[in-house]
């Protein structure tokens, strides 16, 4: 990129003292500057418009600065940006709260309101551990998650990561060691034998008298690898927690708010797990907030134990302002002809990248709801694709093997068409090397 000097300023300052997610400081890969957003529009520094394939990491489903949303942020840093929720409460927690428990599967009535996705997972997995201590089975206290599962960056959730992708190789000795079963079966559609069911059960039966929960990503398993798996697993995972008595986390921080067709991915199987985690799209991708959502059973439980409260409650908890965000994303969502929006995008997808699993190369492609991934042979053609995509006027930030895309809900048709036409070009260009 042609920076000003201004700008090459800014970007020499951010190479040697800035940490970005997964990266080295001093930076050796310099960050593109970017000045503004509007709707699926990204401005750079350079004054170049490009179309977001990305949506934040899957947050910012209405796109940016959506006339709706910002005005109810404005009217709430007027009112009151913050305050402690210790002993206090407010009308953003409380209408928030309420669109939670009406929109989430039935059951989920208790909410936790946490600052980022990996916390709502580590006060999931606390909900869970402190449940089976009330019980006095304290015994159960390990965690069954699934291979290529992603449930955050924090220690206990790391734990419960794929431990070949995670971190566990770095934090060996002091991750707490995790049950894993095999992944499912990939695909959505797919006629499954139900090999990956069984192992889970063996599992689940060999355990049973130490598992406190099971954790996973409803439908699709996202940072672990972009898989997407059937429901009728879902439904099984349901009921092998519900037989050998182990807690369901099911955590819907990538999946939840529509992505992949259903509001939220358990209604594929229409289960209701005992505990459940959003976050991301939340706020429609403005402010960092998260929830945790549990059943009164587990909640009651807890309650009636020793020393009978949660013990958890982070400083910004319930934050007003990222509340009040939710509340004008979630009705803008409520809205918006959000399941047709989302089948169009799929229709796009699936006719424009599925050419490309003719090439020599790549592995497959698949598409759900308002998401699409080309799955290579390599793993390092991730940056020169990127590069051809950004020439060809698209955000996008593969990783490894996966070149993937999750724009907003609303996306104009034509800029969709630039998005899915950068992926094919710049796909195309890396194989033909
Ligand atoms: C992103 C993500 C998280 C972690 O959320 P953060 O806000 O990054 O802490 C947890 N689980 C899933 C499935 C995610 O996609």
Known sequence: MNYSEHWQS???YDQQHIWHPYSSSPNPVAPLGVKSTQGSLITLADNRQVVD???SWWAAIHGYNHPQINAAMKAQIDTMPHIMFGGLTHEPAVELAKRLVELTPAGLDKVFF?????VSMEVAIKIALQYWISRQQSQKNRLLSIRNGYHGDTFATMAVCDPVNGMHHLFNDVLRQSLFAPAPQMGFATESDDQDILELERLLQQHRHEIAALTLEPIVQGAGGMRFYRPAYLEAVRELCTKYDVLMISDEIATGFGRTGKLFACEWAGITPDIMTVGKALTGGNLTL??????ETVSNTICEGDPG???HGPTFMANPLACATAIASIDLLMESPWQQQIKQIEQHLHSELTPLSKLD?????????AIGVVELERSDLGPQIQAAALEAGAWIRPFGKLIYTMPAFNIPETQLGILSKAIVTAVTQAQAL
């Not at 998260?290 to 059943?295: D, P």
């Open 10 to 12: 800014l970007i020499d």
């Open 53 to 55: 394939g990305m949506s």
């Open 361 to 369: 190369g790549v592995t497959d492609v698949r598409v759900l709801g």
């Open 114 to 118: 946490a600052d980022s996705g990996s």
């Open 290 to 295: 998260a929830a945790t959502l549990c059943t």
């Open 309 to 311: 409260v949660l013990m």
